[in-house]
């Protein structure tokens, strides 16, 4: 059976049991029927924020009670998720995170939570190539073009990122080191300031999802390479840095559901039935990858485990080897 098919039966299982899992919810709770708290550590608007919102109603729907979102943003997400690590394992609180999670224990030593050993995870909620674009001022349409415009003139030519030790800025980094071009890092304080950079075209070659972009890709700036290992269905005719002669990269930026550690497995199990029924809702589905460019996944808590090791451990050899540092 294909991934694919594999989720799409998941889903429809777990949908099948929201009653007795909604029944089980007034069971477990210490705070029957009480609201459900979804940590956000990222400000309003940004794309966890947006996920996390179109999955709101749905939540609620399935869990039968109230979801409050809540925006505790600052030092790339760690204050929110320390925060979550905090919080009373009684599966009432939930972190959404961004892949930067995964960055954070190299990039952040002292950030007051342990990225493995403080939260047990829930699900991969999705994943997106990032876009190397360029404002359409710029002559360059393809991404070989800029590797030789940038041999040409070295450190000439800016890429704009949404913060130093990024995904996109620890990509650019291992493009890079692997074509031995050198370009020049401007880094941004999040996705509203970068999108606004590329609006105003700013920068050469501003570097995100396509929801990290706010909408510019094909206003403002057009999209010369994607970072996956294929292309990406919203994006059918960009080619992906393999075929831009940038061979063995495959980074793409994801969305995860985490609770503080020792939340009752019950628990657990019963936030994630209710995150796969919102997934599968066709209106969300079709935000997701229509406008967001996000490819859902809906992984089982063990699958997301073993991704996030594999990404803690990827991007934190990449932060360390080039002495990354978050300002």
Known sequence: MS?????????????????????????TSPRAGGPVRIIVPFPPGGSVDTL??????GLQQAL??????????????AIGAAAAARAAPDGQTILFVFDSFAVAPALLPDAGYDARRDFAPIMLLGTAPMLVTTPKSRPWTSFAGVIEAARARPETI????????????LTMTQIQQATGIRLTHVPYRGGG?????????????????????GGQVGQSVRPIAQTGRQRSALFPDVPTLAE?????????????????AGTPPAALERFHAALASAMAAPEVRA???????????????????RFLETQIEQWGAVVRQHNIRAD
């Open 64 to 77: 039968g009670t109230s979801i409050v979102i809540e925006n505790r943003s600052g030092a790339g997400g």
């Open 3 to 27: 991934p694919v098919a594999r989720r799409s039966l998941l889903a429809a299982s777990l949908g099948a049991s929201l009653t007795p899992a909604r029944a089980a919810w007034s069971q």
């Open 193 to 213: 300031p970068l999108s606004t950079a590329a609006a105003g075209g700013e920068v050469d070659l501003p570097m995100a999802t396509h929801a990290g972009l």
């Open 52 to 57: 996390a919102r179109l999955l709101q109603a």
């Open 287 to 305: 935000r997701l990858g229509n406008s967001l460019g996000i490819d859902p996944v809906a992984s089982a808590p063990d699958e997301f485990g």
């Open 158 to 169: 800016t890429y704009g990122t949404i913060g130093n030790g990024s995904l996109a800025h």
């Open 244 to 260: 831009s002669g940038v061979p063995g990269l495959d980074a793409r930026a994801w969305w995860g559901a985490l609770a503080p």
